[in-house]
């Protein structure tokens, strides 16, 4: 018959002289032997089979100082607390969750900051390459140029030194002079005439040495102006004309690959932020999901509690009623079959998880993350440099690599983040810096 009715269906039995203290331990562990729910049952069974049964004296102390002390002190009271430390639990779930959300939003907002300033630093490497590249191609057709400059200045100067030369020789073949002349003729062996030839002559010799010694002039000058460019030709071509804008093209590279450094690390620490909110996340849910479980026999169940809470106030009622009333009216018993309904109102915290799970604070059901929304292909030339619209594929498994870019893969990380060929660029700009 259990612990009650052996108590209570023998009015005229008499019990042994011990605590009150003994017989609620005795109940209590009369409980302990199966689950609450089960044992309260087999008890309010028991109470009411006791309906029209006289209680003795014994049994209503039973009842007074042990069956109801133990339900109101001990069950009830653990109930309550089972309640509230579940409740308790939950809370400080989403406390921590809350913690992880603000972490990760921030780690977000970094890794955000981090490859915008990758982004603009790579537009800016394009630039600058580009810069120099056009120096160099200005560069070469330059010293082309200057070389055929030079070249014509030198065909000009040989040409003017060559009419120099041509203007030094004299012929004096249509001078006549008299080979032959016989005084007794009474004449002057026509001197006279050979006289003005001569001054005509000296008066052409006298030209053509003015004219020689300008061309001697044009000569110098054109031979000093051929010297002078090609000189200047051989100059530039020997200089490092490019050298500003070599320098800062490497200089923006090497800041590129510093803002990918610090990009890798805000990005892969914004996805171990992420992957802990999801674990947080993952236990506020499997604890929710526990506590709306039943018959788990356990104390997380929230249905499980209150089909208890109420099973422990059926018999409470039926309880006071024998005590109170010496016997058990069917009235009572019905009147106890709905009483004192489960007055707890668990709270899941639906407002506070919907907040910390949206898409600005991360759902943890993301396959992918956008940072700028951009990564660039890169190579030796500018005209390799595109940028193209893109996401990083996330892996939210705690312990996982989170990107792409943080594996131990470092040429599949530098792709994603556009500087798979930086340092290719980097190379051939320092063999142009080594040939100079």
């Not at 200005?138 to 065909?155: E, G, L, N, P, Y």
């Not at 996805?271 to 604890?287: F, I, Y």
């Not at 009235?331 to 668990?346: G, L």
């Not at 907040?355 to 943890?364: G, S």
Request: glycine content about 4%.
């Amino acid at each position: 018959m259990g612990f009650l009715g052996q108590h209570i269906s023998r009015p005229g039995k008499n019990f042994a002289p011990r605590e009150p203290d003994w017989r609620r331990r005795v109940v209590a562990e009369a409980l302990a032997d199966a689950s609450v729910v089960m044992r309260l049952a087999q008890l309010e069974s028991q109470a009411k089979s006791m309906i029209g049964t006289k209680l003795s004296p014994d049994a209503k102390s039973v009842i007074s100082d042990v069956l109801l002390p133990v339900i109101k002190d001990e069950i009830e009271s653990a109930i309550s607390r089972e309640f509230v430390s579940v409740q308790e639990q939950l809370a400080d779930l989403v406390d921590g969750l809350e913690v992880k959300t603000q972490q990760a939003v921030t780690s977000k907002a970094a890794a955000d900051t981090s490859d915008n300033k990758l982004d603009t630093c790579r537009s800016n490497e394009k630039t600058a390459l580009e810069q120099y590249e056009t120096c160099e191609v200005d560069r070469a057709a330059k010293i082309v140029s200057d070389a055929q400059h030079c070249q014509t200045k030198r065909d000009a100067a040989l040409q003017i030194c060559a009419e120099k030369d041509a203007a030094a020789d004299l012929s004096f073949s249509d001078l006549c002079a008299p080979t032959q002349c016989n005084l007794a003729d009474g004449n002057m062996c026509n001197m006279e005439e050979f006289t003005k030839a001569v001054e005509g002559m000296n008066a052409i010799v006298k030209q053509k040495r003015d004219d020689y010694l300008e061309k001697i002039q044009q000569c110098n000058e054109a031979d000093k102006v051929a010297l002078d460019v090609c000189a200047a030709a051989e100059e530039f071509a020997a200089s490092d004309s490019c050298k500003e804008e070599r320098e800062q093209a490497q200089h923006q590279q090497v800041q590129c690959e510093s803002d990918y450094g610090q990009a890798k690390v805000a990005i892969c620490s914004f996805g171990s932020a992420l992957q802990g909110k999801c674990v947080d996340l993952s236990e506020v849910r499997s604890l929710i999901a526990k506590i709306k479980a039943s018959d788990r026999k356990d104390s997380l169940s929230e249905s499980d509690r209150q089909h208890e809470w109420e099973a422990v106030q059926r018999l409470s009622c039926l309880l006071e009623a024998l005590r109170d009333e010496g016997d058990l009216s069917q009235q009572a018993a019905t009147t106890c079959a709905a009483s004192r309904p489960y007055v707890q109102t668990f709270d899941y915290l639906d407002a506070r998880i919907a907040q910390l799970t949206t898409n600005e604070n991360f759902n943890c059901d993301e396959t992918s993350v956008s940072f700028s929304g951009y990564w660039w292909s890169t190579g030796e030339e500018s005209s390799e440099f595109e940028r193209v619209a893109s996401s990083h594929t996330v892996s939210l498994e705690d312990g996982s690599t989170p990107f792409l870019v943080c594996s131990d893969d470092g040429a599949a990380g530098k792709e994603l983040l556009g500087s798979a060929a930086t340092v290719v660029a980097s190379n051939k700009l320092g063999e142009i810096e080594a040939s100079k």
